[in-house]
């Protein structure tokens, strides 16, 4: 069950603001699996990789009629990386922005375009990781005649501030 939101605003000729997000609850109803070397009845449980709320933000400058300055960020909410709500197994919410430019040339011969765009990702040089893993295996050496779920995780550590720029050439 969920709710996504979706805006535009033309605050001016030259601003606009663009946001989004998504309020969500994603659960699997009666989750089992096994734990301790049983079977067991997790009840409801979160959607690995689901997290309950998303949001985006866009704001655009139009400072002249071919460039164009944009802001972007975007908030993820705590989420699991396994079905079983494990604590181990939360990934941290995070925030990240970036900046975009985007410059348009309208030459009169060869080319109908040429966009010249730059983006700096993580103009913030946030530490983040926006994914990774959770496992879990029965330890059933370490006590005789006991078995014992173990649980791990691995992250993926995103880039920290990077730069990208590209050239488009429309004939």
């Known amino acids: 069950v969920g709710l996504e939101l979706d805006a535009s605003i033309f605050i001016s000729e030259k601003w606009?603001?663009?946001q989004n997000a998504t309020i969500s609850q994603n659960k699997i109803v009666d989750f089992v699996a096994n734990k301790d070397g049983e079977l067991h009845n997790f009840g409801k449980t979160n959607i690995a990789f689901s997290p309950d709320f998303i949001a985006g933000n866009a704001i655009t400058w139009l400072p002249l009629k071919n460039l164009q300055l944009t802001l972007l960020s975007k908030f993820v909410g705590n989420q699991y990386m396994g079905n079983v709500d494990s604590e181990k197994s939360i990934l941290k919410s995070y925030a990240v922005s970036d900046f975009n430019i985007i410059y348009e040339i309208k030459p009169k011969k060869i080319f109908k375009s040429i966009v010249i765009t730059?983006?700096?990702?993580n103009i913030f040089n946030t530490k983040y990781q926006s994914n990774g893993f959770f496992y879990t295996?029965?330890?059933d050496w370490s006590n005789p005649n006991q078995v014992t779920t173990i649980e791990g995780v691995g992250y993926y550590p995103q880039a920290r501030i990077n730069f990208m720029g590209g050239l488009t050439l429309k004939f």
């Open 16 to 18: 606009v603001l663009r």
């Open 137 to 139: 295996y029965d330890d």
């Open 118 to 121: 730059g983006l700096v990702n």
